[in-house]
């Protein structure tokens, strides 16, 4: 098969400069990159573009736009083509983008593309949006499946810690926003976000990056890659990354929530003939920092009596301790210090091995990508985000291991296009979880004679054994019609079969390591129903399968030779759910198997884009608008009861998910590039009249909304019970609805110590309006707008790159992420935002 871009693919060997690895990307001819400024290699654009078919004349196209270095190659549709000629909305950041504003994983990568939302408490409770949907917010659970997928080299990652990675040795990111699971093979019903690495090369090459800053930040890079024979080449590299922690603990009088992580990634190729490639892939990192700890932010008041309330127990508790009372060390969140006393870790590993044939059979490419990956997780946490001892461990160490199969055949015609794949997918997760009361646990959660036994609850625990079987497989296609020059018709579809069963296990011990019976219930008053009270014997094996068919359909137009218009119509499902933390609790005290599977989401999708080039093509404008209204939406709610469940998936009955996204580029001279992109978007419960209650509304009995004061207007949560509250029109949380990124640089030529080169200077940026950081939007977990700006100045040449950078450079106090503690004391966790950070970089190729 003759390649769809020949020279993308052959000159794409031949760029080796570290300053030229824009060319790299977009495979420009040597004569070419000889006029392209190095300017445009670090412009930091982030571009995102809609669609539309191939031009009648592609390569040409490709030849003129490498001239003046706007393109970008993506395999959105699992063939190289131009971002501008795909029919959805993506983003794209390039390697050499993402190396130099500093956003080194998926968690910072959302400074770059306004409309990706990433909240991390730790790795396993990590959640990946695109448009407010993908995964409920709040307390991850094994059983149910990501609404955004992640691809690396086209293989799945299906846990969603490898988000907190750094990004090892990689070319470039597409972050694809709404479903696509008619051209992925694991069902992506929010978007996705498709890694690319650097792949083995047949000319030999080489870079090296180093990074210091303050914190003792360090970060060393460095990748490899040449021929072994004339039929095999390798590629080996390797990132590293280090920076003492953000909050200091002054209980163990240390910081915390620190960086460090590793990984290697190594690739062969064999490619025996020009139709024949085999691809093989290893790649292992890991994590062990001492994180993640939060800092009191603020106590809001509850509906419990006032001295159940944190303020009152912590009056009670040092009324009993008059010797050793407790005091916060700071109620303010950006004095960054914490006293919590937990042991803290948080040991993560994960890495797999891959096998990708690529052969081209008559008019297409037949692919297939086979892959083992793994995952470690070893937590140690403070459940209790205080300095007392009431949650003394609270860690669930997960393994995982995950098997991939894809068939997938590309065939490319004169007026039709297709994409025809299959797909197989296997995976087992291992839980063995801890959680124990401490000393100080009767003080805070009984009452009366019971709050002075500190035995009651001391060394309480809950022994959690859970593991979780899932099997996939699906049949998808795209195909692409070209019935005029200007007009193609696009319909895809996918069958999918799902089957989920689990076994969850929780054995209750006392503090004499007597296990623990609720069944009867206890005597009211009694010790045992005060343990019950907190931790409950249960017992579960859920299991659910399910068939189901996605299908989509898109229209794009060729307006004029540089605008497109597109529309397209999806109708999607994510897959069903089961529940692998605990089951609720009927009236009776009788566990609630009904609870135990959840439903599909079914969703429906409508976007239609335009897109844009002017200026000889020097600008790029693209326009998008989107509704996504999603039926059943898999919710995470809780019981209300403390440490008992904390938190379970149910369904909201609708959601839906509304914007804007606009994104604009300028290459206004080899001198000068700039970018800016916005998002609005509308994210709400549509209807959803069972959720958990915010804390305000929390912890007391049945009343209406309207005895609330702070909740006598419409639209706001109203309480059907102490447990649930109806929570209709009420923003999903995590989403602003103001997103913004900008940058620009400028560069001119200079020489410095007798190298020639360029002196450049680049800012970017962005902004994000107020969220609401708990599941149930409250008045207490509200995020204020925060706008971030980053600089950097530097001088680089043939083959080196030197500059430095401030990140956050005004210093800007922002959150991250609040926490709501358990037990509906009105306490308010989280974790401030990096301040003012500054270094500089070397980078060096060959």
């Not at 003939?273 to 085999?278: G, H, R, T, V």
């Amino acid at each position: 098969m003759t390649a769809k871009y020949p020279s993308v693919r052959r000159r794409r060997l031949q760029a080796s400069s570290l300053t030229l690895s824009f060319l790299l990307a977009i495979g420009a001819a040597p004569a070419a990159a000889e006029e392209l400024s190095a300017a445009n290699a670090e412009d930091g654009v982030a571009v995102a573009a809609t669609a539309s078919t191939a031009a009648a004349d592609a390569t040409a196209q490709v030849d003129d736009e490498v001239s003046r270095g706007d393109i970008i190659i993506v395999t959105a549709r699992r063939r190289q083509e131009t971002a501008q000629e795909v029919p959805v909305a993506i983003s794209v950041i390039r390697g050499d983008s993402i190396e130099a504003t500093g956003n080194f994983n998926v968690v910072k990568l959302q400074q770059l593309a306004p409309t990706l939302q990433v909240y991390t408490s730790n790795p396993r409770n990590t959640s990946v949006n695109i448009r407010g949907l993908g995964v409920p917010f709040g307390l991850t659970s094994d059983g149910f499946e990501q609404g955004v997928g992640i691809y690396v080299d086209d293989v799945y990652n299906s846990r969603v810690a490898a988000a907190t990675f750094d990004f090892l040795d990689v070319e470039q990111v597409e972050v694809l926003r709404g479903p696509q699971g008619t051209l992925y093979g694991k069902n992506t019903t929010a978007g996705a976000i498709n890694v690319t690495t650097n792949q083995p090369t047949f000319d030999f090459e080489g870079r090296a990056e180093v990074s210091v800053g303050n914190l003792n930040y360090r970060q060393a890079k460095a990748a490899v890659s040449g021929p072994l024979s004339e039929t095999i080449a390798a590629r080996l590299a390797i990132a590293a990354t280090s920076r003492r922690g953000t909050i200091f603990n002054v209980t163990s009088d240390r910081w915390i929530n620190e960086q460090d992580n590793l990984g290697l990634r190594g690739q062969l190729l064999f490619k025996p003939s020009d139709d024949l490639s085999i691809t093989l892939s290893g790649d292992y990192s890991k994590q062990d920092p001492e994180g993640y700890g939060t800092s009191l932010v603020r106590v809001g008041r509850t509906q419990r009596a006032l001295a159940r309330q944190y303020d009152g127990l912590v009056a009670a508790y040092n009324a009993a301790n008059p010797t050793r009372p407790y005091t916060v060390p700071s109620r303010n969140i950006f004095d960054r210090l914490t006293d919590i006393d937990a042991s803290l870790n948080a040991g993560n590993k994960i890495g797999g091995v891959s096998a990708r044939v690529k052969w081209d059979v008559g008019p297409g490419t037949f692919t297939s990508i086979s892959a083992w990956r793994f995952w470690d997780w070893k937590p140690e946490n403070d459940r209790d985000f205080t300095g007392l001892s009431i949650v003394s461990k609270s860690q669930n160490p997960s393994q995982q291991d995950q098997y991939s199969q894809e068939f997938r055949y590309d065939y490319d015609g004169d007026n039709i296009d297709f994409v025809l794949g299959l797909f197989g997918f296997k995976q087992r997760i291992d839980t063995q979880g801890t959680e124990q009361q401490g000393a100080d646990a009767s003080r805070w959660s009984l009452t009366g004679a019971q709050a002075a036994d500190p035995g009651i609850l001391n060394g309480l625990t809950a022994a959690n054994t859970q593991y979780l079987k899932s099997t996939s497989a699906a049949l998808f296609g795209q195909l692409s019609w070209k019935v005029t020059d200007a007009l193609t018709i696009q319909p895809g579809a996918r069958v999918n079969y799902d089957k989920k069963s689990g076994f969850y296990q929780r054995i209750v011990t006392n503090g004499a390591g007597n296990a623990i019976s609720c069944t009867p219930a206890p005597a009211a008053g009694s010790v045992l129903a005060a343990q019950c009270g907190v931790y409950q014997p249960q017992q579960s094996s859920p299991s659910d399968s399910a068939w189901n068919f996605t299908y989509d359909f898109n229209v794009n137009y060729k307006v004029a030779s540089d605008v497109l218009a597109y529309a397209t119509y999806a109708k999607s499902f994510k897959t069903l759910g089961i529940n692998q933390n605990g089951l609720p609790l009927n009236a009776d005290n009788s566990v609630n198997f009904d609870a135990s599977t959840v439903k599909p989401e079914s969703i429906d999708h409508f976007e239609v884009g335009l897109k844009t080039q002017f200026f000889d093509r020097r600008a790029t404008f693209n326009l998008s608008a989107f509704r996504t209204e999603i039926k059943n939406f898999q919710a995470t709610v809780n019981g209300g009861q403390f440490g008992t469940v904390r938190g379970y998936l149910a369904n909201a009955e609708k959601v839906t998910s509304q914007g804007v996204e606009a994104d604009l580029k300028v290459v206004a001279s080899d001198r000068f590039t700039a970018y800016a992109n916005g998002a609005y978007t509308d994210a709400k419960y549509k209807k959803f009249i069972n959720a958990p209650c915010p804390p305000e509304l929390s912890g007391g009995t049945l009343q209406p909304a309207s005895a609330v004061p702070d909740y006598s207007q419409p639209g706001v949560p109203g309480a059907l019970s102490p447990r649930q509250c109806d929570i209709s029109g009420q923003r999903l949380p995590g989403v602003s609805k103001w997103a913004f990124s900008y940058g620009a640089e400028t560069n001119i030529p200079a020489t410095l110590l007798a190298k020639d080169g360029q002196v450049y200077l680049g800012i970017d940026g962005n902004y994000r309006s107020q969220w609401n950081s708990n599941a149930s939007p409250s008045i207490y977990t509200n995020v204020k707008g925060y706008a971030l700006t980053n600089f950097r100045a530097g001088f680089r040449g043939e083959g080196f790159d030197v500059f430095g950078w401030v990140r956050n450079a005004f210093d800007v106090n922002y959150i991250e992420l609040l926490q709501v503690a358990p037990g509906n004391t009105g306490l308010i966790a989280g974790t401030a935002g990096d301040a003012r950070t500054w270094g500089g970089t070397v980078k060096f190729s060959f």
